[in-house]
């Protein structure tokens, strides 16, 4: 049995509670494959498009035929590019909003009309200006790009199992960045230390992965994005800049003792 999320984010949980643990987010019509109901049918366990799995309750997600969803997935698509945005009524920004979108969510079109495009919803249809979307991601290798897209984020709250612009957790903002370039990470920061190039400390450039062991444990808990040789950019609090170097007035002491690695996923520095 398959859906599609039908809100800007969904909650995943490890339980069908909502006091249960929050590990990640679903978006606007992401697809995901319903692995089962709770006896009350209130709650689905699913499997995200990252093969991440958990409880999402029954009001969020619209299940749907396998004739439909390929119908839908024939429809042409265009990505928000704006951090958080809105879906409109009507063809103006005074319409009612309708829904909200978070950067990266994929929107099929039906039609579009001047500055206008015309979506399709869950739940009806919507209109949003063309110029907060993107036809297409391309896969792009440039540190660069992905040192300004971490940093466009900068101030964003930390929120446990969070990976949109209304709250990231650690590994949360890395998938989200990463993927914003085209390419595909594991959604934790144990798993995304198994991809890539493992580099040492003084090899560090922009663009390579971070990560330390909480206390000197012996499994990764959080993860970073380098800026340079000495600067990262990572959600603790909220997504902010810290540093390796002592002299600086961002430095930080427990995390520079709890680094377990670096990672490069570009194999191709500039």
Request: aromatic share 10%; net charge neutral; hydrophobic share 35%.
């Given at each position: 049995?398959?859906?599609?999320?039908?809100?800007?984010?969904?909650?995943?949980?490890?339980?069908?509670?909502?006091?249960?643990?929050?590990?990640?987010?679903?978006?606007?019509?992401?697809?995901?494959?319903?692995?089962?109901?709770?006896?009350?049918?209130?709650?689905?366990?699913?499997?995200?498009?990252?093969?991440?799995?958990?409880?999402?309750?029954?009001?969020?997600?619209?299940?749907?035929?396998?004739?439909?969803?390929?119908?839908?997935?024939?429809?042409?698509?265009?990505?928000?590019?704006?951090?958080?945005?809105?879906?409109?009524?009507?063809?103006?920004?005074?319409?009612?909003?309708?829904?909200?979108?978070?950067?990266?969510?994929?929107?099929?079109?039906?039609?579009?009309?001047?500055?206008?495009?015309?979506i399709l919803l869950p739940f009806g249809e919507g209109f949003i200006l063309s110029k907060r979307l993107k036809?297409?991601?391309?896969?792009?290798?440039?540190?660069?790009?992905?040192?300004?897209?971490?940093?466009?984020?900068?101030?964003?709250?930390?929120?446990?199992?969070?990976?949109?612009?209304?709250?990231?957790?650690?590994?949360?903002?890395?998938?989200?960045?990463?993927?914003?370039?085209?390419?595909?990470?594991?959604?934790?920061?144990?798993?995304?230390?198994?991809?890539?190039?493992?580099?040492?400390?003084?090899?560090?450039?922009?663009?390579?992965?971070?990560?330390?062991?909480?206390?000197?444990?012996?499994?990764?808990?959080?993860?970073?994005?380098?800026?340079?040789?000495?600067?990262?950019?990572?959600?603790?609090?909220?997504?902010?800049?810290?540093?390796?170097?002592?002299?600086?007035?961002?430095?930080?002491?427990?995390?520079?003792?709890?680094?377990?690695?670096?990672?490069?996923?570009?194999?191709?520095?500039?």
């Open positions: 049995m398959k859906g599609i999320i039908q809100v800007s984010t969904a909650d995943v949980f490890k339980e069908a509670t909502f006091r249960a643990e929050k590990v990640t987010e679903g978006v606007l019509w992401e697809f995901v494959e319903v692995l089962k109901k709770d006896s009350n049918h209130k709650w689905l366990k699913v499997r995200l498009s990252d093969n991440y799995e958990g409880w999402i309750y029954h009001s969020q997600v619209k299940i749907l035929p396998d004739a439909e969803i390929k119908e839908i997935q024939s429809l042409p698509t265009q990505i928000v590019w704006k951090t958080v945005t809105r879906i409109q009524s009507e063809e103006s920004l005074n319409s009612d909003p309708v829904c909200e979108v978070v950067i990266g969510t994929k929107l099929p079109v039906i039609s579009k009309n001047g500055d206008w495009v015309k036809s297409k991601i391309s896969a792009d290798s440039s540190q660069q790009k992905v040192c300004a897209l971490a940093k466009s984020f900068l101030g964003t709250p930390y929120v446990w199992g969070g990976k949109s612009p209304k709250g990231f957790d650690c590994s949360g903002l890395v998938q989200k960045v990463f993927n914003l370039v085209g390419t595909n990470l594991p959604r934790d920061s144990k798993d995304q230390f198994l991809v890539g190039t493992e580099i040492d400390k003084n090899e560090i450039k922009q663009g390579d992965l971070v990560f330390f062991a909480e206390n000197n444990s012996s499994q990764v808990s959080h993860v970073g994005i380098a800026l340079n040789k000495t600067d990262f950019i990572h959600s603790s609090g909220w997504v902010k800049i810290n540093s390796f170097d002592k002299n600086k007035s961002n430095f930080a002491p427990d995390l520079n003792d709890w680094f377990a690695g670096a990672k490069r996923i570009f194999e191709s520095q500039e």
